[in-house]
C-alpha cells in the first residue's frame, strides 16, 4: 500500500517539519564540493543561532538543496533538522535546482566599503569575526581597500592635466592630443631660399 502523498502548496512544497539526519538521502551525484573547514565553520554557527535554512529534498528524500547543511547538522550532533519537501518536480528541473542553488550566490559581489564597516561595528561589539566566513587575507582586504570618497571634488573645463607619449617620453599639459608643431621646411629648401637672396 502506497502512501498517500501529503498535503502541498500551489509549488508542490510540503514545509515545517522537522527530520531524523538519517530519513534526509544525500544525492550521490552532488557536484558541489563541501571543504572540512566549510562545514565546522557551519556547525559552529548552528551551535550559536540554530539552524535558520531548511534542507529541501524531492519525494524520495533526496537532498534538493543543503548538502551542506546536512553535513553540518551531523557534525553540530543535532539528531534532526528542518526539512522543505518538493514534489512533482521533473529530473531536469531538480538537477538545475541542485547547480543553481550553488551558482547564483557567486553572481553577487561585496560593496568593500559597506563590509569594512560592518565588520569595524562587529570587532568592536567583540564578535569573533572568524565566524563570518572570511579567510585572514579578505579581511585584511576589507579593512585595507578604501572605499570611495564621500564627496567628489568640482571640477571646470580648466582642470590641469598632464600627459606623457609611452614611446618617446615626451610630455606636454592641457589635450590628451599634443599640439602640432610648425611644419619644418627641408634643407634642401632652406639652401635655394639663401641664393635668391
Known sequence: ??????????????????WPLEKIRP???NSKT?????????????????????IVVDEDRVILKGHGRLLAAY?????EYPVTQRFGMSDADKRAMRIADNQLPLLGAWDNALVQAEISELKLAGYDVQLL????????????????????????????TAHQCP?????????SVPA????????????????KK
Open 34 to 54: 563541501h571543504p572540512p573547514a566549510q562545514v565546522t565553520l557551519l556547525a559552529q554557527i548552528f551551535k550559536k543561532y540554530g539552524p535558520d535554512q531548511d
Open 27 to 29: 544525492y550521490p551525484r
Open 1 to 18: 500500500m502506497t502512501k498517500p502523498k501529503p498535503k502541498t502548496d500551489q509549488w508542490g512544497i510540503v514545509r515545517g517539519e522537522r
Open 167 to 175: 614611446q618617446c617620453g615626451y610630455k606636454w599639459s592641457g589635450s
Open 133 to 160: 566566513g572570511f579567510g585572514e587575507a579578505q579581511l585584511v582586504h576589507f579593512e585595507t581597500t578604501p572605499g570611495p570618497p564621500s564627496q567628489f571634488p568640482t571640477f571646470d573645463e580648466n582642470i590641469p
Open 180 to 195: 602640432a608643431e610648425p611644419e619644418k621646411k627641408p634643407a634642401k629648401a632652406k639652401a635655394e631660399s639663401k641664393k
Open 75 to 79: 557534525e553540530a550532533k543535532m539528531g
